[in-house]
């Protein structure tokens, strides 16, 4: 069992990650959130049976479509109707059971029910685990963009059982695999602590020789407990994303363009990330920040765990960029990348030229 607190004063809240905690889940809850209201849960629609024995020590459980495409306002319409036609009062408390789609919306539902009640995060995909169950960023997708309606509202706890990856095929593994590697390569920006993140994973993969994903599984624990403690740090320190906090970023404008391009089907984030974290160090390298060594051992990682898919290569450069440049975090017509600057180190630049990103593309 590990424990660690998301330091932000009066709405600090501890995340508890532990092998089987969901066996337990109602007397965890007692022992770690204090509201003594009801509880909303909600999920979805692939979850819940698969998670049936434990959301059945719920009354009240609200299952949504499962997909990115059902992270809309429709689907809020139909929780929040949900909820009011239950009389949700103010004292009650929205459970969020699943993955980074479900935690999302029901965060945003919390954020706005009633003008805001509590909720609890139990996120059941890697992706979630050890990063969107954290962070307090809720909201939901508009046509012209994801994430585009939204709010900031911290949960007043998170509950993390590694089991539940037991039942998520490799893909989704791939997704939350490419934020981990993601959190090795910001750790001395991210935090005081010294996990020495990048060699721990090294190891787990040098160990592992050819099967890494059932050597992982031995190890979820500590790698979400590291990954989670590196998000609550930055998220202490910068809540809403004036600065600090686009470090999370890394990899992700290459990333994002890429599954813009490719219509979000063909790769999976984490694979996209790869592949944006990839680009970044070549940005970088061009721009004389990361020198040839961490360059060759950081791109090695990416690729020893599987994430690069062959055919991520002959990008079309220009589809690339315009995507680039439509991305939420542009401002000023300016393409803010997060880039390496030292082993470990990240910064956040807006003074790229165009045709330095463009010969960083893949
Ligand atoms: P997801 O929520 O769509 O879940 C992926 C799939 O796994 C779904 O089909 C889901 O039903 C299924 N699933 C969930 N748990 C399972 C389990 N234990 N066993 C079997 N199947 C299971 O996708 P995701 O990758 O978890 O999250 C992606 C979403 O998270 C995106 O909408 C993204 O915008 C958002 N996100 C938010 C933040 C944030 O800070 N709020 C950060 C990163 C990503
Ligand atoms: N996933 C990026 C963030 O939470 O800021």
Same mark, same amino acid.
């Given at each position: 069992m $590990?424990? &660690?607190t998301? @330091? &932000?004063?009066?709405?600090?809240?501890p995340i508890?990650?532990n092998?089987g905690?969901?066996?337990?889940?109602?007397?965890?809850i007692e022992?770690?959130?204090k509201? =003594? /209201?009801?509880?909303?849960?909600?999920?979805?629609?692939?979850?819940?049976?698969?998670?049936?024995?434990?959301l059945?020590n719920f009354e009240?459980?609200?299952?949504i479509?499962d997909g990115e @495409?059902f992270k =809309?306002?429709k689907t809020?319409?139909?929780?929040?109707?949900?909820?009011?036609e239950a009389?949700i009062e103010?004292?009650?408390?929205?459970?969020?059971f699943?993955?980074g789609?479900v935690?999302?919306?029901?965060?945003?539902?919390a954020?706005?029910?009633?003008?805001?009640?509590d909720?609890?995060?139990?996120?059941t995909?890697?992706? %979630?685990q050890?990063d969107?169950?954290?962070?307090?960023?809720?909201g939901?997708?508009?046509k012209?963009? $994801?994430?585009l309606? !939204?709010?900031? +509202?911290?949960?007043k706890?998170v509950l993390?059982d590694?089991?539940?990856?037991?039942?998520?095929?490799?893909?989704?593994?791939k997704? /939350?695999?490419g @934020?981990?590697?993601?959190?090795?390569?910001?750790?001395?920006t991210a935090?005081?602590? =010294?996990f !020495?993140?990048f060699?721990?994973l090294k190891? &787990? $993969?040098?160990?592992a020789?050819?099967?890494?994903?059932?050597?992982?599984?031995n190890h979820?624990e500590?790698i979400i407990y590291i990954?989670v %403690?590196?998000?609550?740090d930055v998220? %202490?320190?910068?809540e809403?994303?004036?600065g600090l906090?686009?470090?999370?970023n890394?990899?992700?404008?290459f990333g994002?363009a890429?599954e813009k391009i490719t219509?979000y089907?063909?790769?999976?984030?984490?694979?996209a990330?790869?592949a944006?974290?990839?680009m970044?160090?070549?940005?970088? &390298? %061009?721009?004389?920040?990361a020198?040839?060594?961490?360059y060759k051992?950081a791109?090695g990682?990416?690729?020893?765990?599987?994430?690069?898919?062959e055919d991520?290569?002959?990008?079309n +450069?220009? =589809?690339?960029?315009e995507a680039?440049?439509s991305?939420?975090?542009v401002?000023h017509?300016?393409? $803010?990348l997060?880039?390496?600057v030292k082993p470990? @180190?990240?910064r956040?630049f807006?003074?790229?030229?165009?045709?330095?990103?463009?010969?960083s593309l893949?």
């Amino acid at each position: 069992m $590990k424990k &660690l607190t998301v @330091e &932000l004063n009066e709405k600090s809240y501890p995340i508890i990650i532990n092998y089987g905690l969901l066996d337990d889940i109602k007397s965890t809850i007692e022992s770690n959130y204090k509201g =003594n /209201g009801r509880f909303f849960v909600i999920t979805n629609k692939t979850i819940y049976p698969l998670y049936k024995s434990v959301l059945d020590n719920f009354e009240h459980v609200i299952q949504i479509e499962d997909g990115e @495409e059902f992270k =809309n306002f429709k689907t809020f319409e139909f929780i929040t109707d949900k909820l009011l036609e239950a009389k949700i009062e103010r004292g009650d408390c929205i459970i969020a059971f699943g993955g980074g789609v479900v935690g999302d919306m029901a965060g945003y539902a919390a954020a706005s029910i009633l003008r805001g009640i509590d909720y609890i995060q139990i996120p059941t995909t890697l992706l %979630s685990q050890v990063d969107s169950s954290v962070g307090g960023k809720t909201g939901f997708n508009h046509k012209m963009g $994801k994430n585009l309606i !939204g709010a900031f +509202k911290q949960p007043k706890l998170v509950l993390i059982d590694p089991k539940t990856l037991d039942t998520l095929d490799n893909r989704q593994i791939k997704t /939350g695999l490419g @934020e981990i590697l993601k959190y090795a390569f910001i750790e001395k920006t991210a935090t005081d602590n =010294n996990f !020495g993140f990048f060699d721990k994973l090294k190891t &787990l $993969k040098d160990n592992a020789k050819n099967d890494l994903y059932s050597e992982l599984k031995n190890h979820w624990e500590e790698i979400i407990y590291i990954s989670v %403690s590196m998000k609550a740090d930055v998220v %202490s320190k910068d809540e809403q994303e004036k600065g600090l906090r686009a470090i999370l970023n890394f990899g992700h404008t290459f990333g994002h363009a890429l599954e813009k391009i490719t219509g979000y089907k063909k790769y999976t984030h984490g694979e996209a990330v790869a592949a944006g974290m990839i680009m970044a160090f070549n940005t970088a &390298l %061009s721009r004389g920040f990361a020198d040839r060594e961490y360059y060759k051992s950081a791109v090695g990682l990416i690729k020893d765990y599987n994430l690069i898919s062959e055919d991520i290569r002959n990008l079309n +450069k220009n =589809n690339m960029l315009e995507a680039m440049k439509s991305d939420k975090k542009v401002s000023h017509s300016t393409i $803010k990348l997060v880039l390496p600057v030292k082993p470990f @180190e990240v910064r956040l630049f807006d003074d790229t030229e165009e045709l330095l990103i463009k010969d960083s593309l893949l």
